[in-house]
């Protein structure tokens, strides 16, 4: 299962965003892919059944700020367990069907993520020892314009080549490379 789950900090407009769709760009439509990490962005089955179905691609979920505490310090737990919730079935036996997953999530946020899980009562190490923060800073080595034109121009236009070479290669590597 994964281990980490990956938070980019920093004020808005520094491209917390635009790194996440780059990552997107690699298996696929780097927007399409890019998740609402919000509270009305999905419910937490909803999480559990796009983390199993990702599997072990990257998932991205931009802005998380605003998401409850707790539904965040869950989130966090949940991506390294890698299984989702058990059921039952009608007839009250356990269903075979569990979701999944090894995949690593990375999230922004304009809000620090660790004082996020320590806001929690009782002991907050779990979740944050699962958590790997990166602050961002406003780059200044490229424009606003430039970046515009890097994810409308050249990500909109040449996305999803990486993946497929990578597991074209896994699949004919696999004795080895397991």
């Given at each position: ?11 808005s407009?520094?491209?917390?965003s635009?790194?996440?769709?780059a990552?997107?760009s690699?298996?696929g ?6 998740l609402n ?8 089955n909803?999480?559990y ?5 990702y ?6 979920l931009d ?14 737990l949940?991506v390294?367990?890698?299984t989702g919730?058990r059921?039952s079935?009608?007839?009250g036996?356990l269903?075979?069907v569990?979701?999944?997953?090894a ?6 946020s ?14 907050s ?7 790997f923060q990166?602050q ?9 314009a ?9 990500l909109a236009?040449n ?10 290669h896994?699949?004919t ?6």
């Amino acid at each position: 299962s994964s281990d980490v789950c990956s938070s980019d900090l920093g004020k808005s407009g520094c491209g917390k965003s635009t790194v996440q769709k780059a990552i997107n760009s690699m298996w696929g439509h780097p927007g399409d892919m890019l998740l609402n990490g919000t509270e009305s962005g999905m419910t937490q089955n909803a999480m559990y059944g796009i983390l199993s179905a990702y599997n072990n691609l990257p998932l991205c979920l931009d802005e998380v700020s605003n998401l409850d505490p707790k539904t965040f310090c869950s989130l966090a737990l949940c991506v390294s367990q890698g299984t989702g919730k058990r059921r039952s079935t009608r007839s009250g036996e356990l269903s075979a069907v569990i979701e999944t997953w090894a995949n690593i999530v990375f999230s922004s946020s304009n809000s620090d993520a660790y004082l996020t899980t320590a806001s929690q009562k009782g002991d907050s190490t779990a979740q944050s020892m699962r958590i790997f923060q990166l602050q961002m800073q406003l780059a200044r080595s490229r424009s606003k314009a430039e970046a515009d034109v890097f994810l409308t121009r050249d990500l909109a236009n040449n996305y999803g080549v990486s993946g497929p070479r990578f597991i074209a290669h896994v699949v004919t590597q696999y004795d080895l490379l397991k």
